[in-house]
């Protein structure tokens, strides 16, 4: 299916407070079924925002289930935090709780890409009756050095994008090798997806750059996380899917065989040609995602 060819399924804008005073925000999709079936609740990457998920957001919905993609503390709509040493995944599992108890949800799918499958990892230990299902967006309990190297050569750090043409050319400057199919239009609609435009019309990233502190004072023990019991808990006792890009750099096909070994009955795609991390709008990633889904109350 082509982009453009996805279901027009409009989203309502949804608010909610943090237990330490943030204002944070969601799309919401409604599904015509509404609350006869679990949610799905979208959370993102470390520098990207709820629009990522505007495609996949917008199938899932059509097919009858509610979608909540949420912009985490620091990214898109939601406020920035004062305290930089909170841009931390137990902290956003912990908002993430906050936004279920005031939007009056119980429970829900979760589907994560990168860091936002470390939250639904966080969520199994910190409150795990909300997690029914997952869907891990090219993540896993651990991640390959060579990736997060990559990563941090950009994230966080200030860049000057006076022009969407510029702002295109960083995008593609830092995501060409995991989306070699990509055209300039395909890295326009990128760049406007990673910034929004400030009072002076010019595009600016959209998320605080501060949220590199926390990983700049773990050093070197951040590149190492040992996740492996927050991913058994998960995988063991609920529906998990493992979507992998083929090209990925952070999850490479080491671990992905690894993780396969250990939850045998997780199911498992991967998306072609592509790296870390898909986007969810190819074939390959929208049809394990849907076929999932189909499975699930």
Not at 158 to 179: C, D, H, I, L, Q
Request: net charge positive; charged share 25%.
């Amino acid at each position: 299916m082509k982009k453009s060819d996805a279901p027009s399924t409009a989203f309502a804008h949804r608010w909610f407070t943090s237990r330490d005073g943030l204002s944070l925000y969601a799309r919401d999709y409604p599904g015509a079924d509404g609350p006869a079936r679990l949610p799905v609740i979208c959370i993102h990457g470390l520098t990207r925002n709820s629009a990522d998920f505007d495609h996949i957001a917008r199938r899932i919905a059509a097919t009858g289930r509610r979608v909540i993609a949420v912009d985490v503390r620091g990214r898109g709509r939601s406020e920035r935090a004062s305290d930089p040493m909170t841009y931390q995944p137990h902290i956003y599992a912990r908002d993430v709780v906050d936004m279920f108890d005031q939007l009056g949800i119980k429970e829900a799918i979760f589907l994560g890409t990168s860091m936002g499958g470390l939250i639904t990892m966080a969520l199994t230990f910190l409150k795990s009756r909300l997690v029914a299902a997952a869907i891990l967006n090219d993540i896993g309990p651990e991640v390959s050095k060579a990736g997060l190297a990559r990563i941090a050569q950009y994230a966080g750090k200030p860049v000057e994008t006076p022009t969407w043409a510029r702002a295109a050319a960083y995008v593609k400057e830092t995501n060409a090798a995991a989306m070699p199919h990509y055209s300039d239009a395909d890295w326009d609609a990128f760049a406007r997806r990673t910034f929004r435009e400030n009072a002076a019309g010019q595009p600016v990233l959209d998320y605080d750059t501060d949220i590199s502190v926390p990983i700049a004072r773990a050093g070197a023990r951040a590149l190492v996380p040992n996740l492996w019991p927050f991913f058994k808990k998960l995988a063991k006792h609920r529906p998990t899917l493992l979507i992998r890009g083929g090209i990925s750099d952070l999850l490479d096909a080491e671990i992905a065989g690894k993780m396969r070994r250990k939850a045998p009955n997780m199911v498992y795609a991967e998306v072609p040609g592509v790296g870390h991390a898909p986007m969810l709008d190819e074939p390959a990633a929208e049809g394990a995602i849907l076929a999932f889904l189909a499975d699930l109350p």
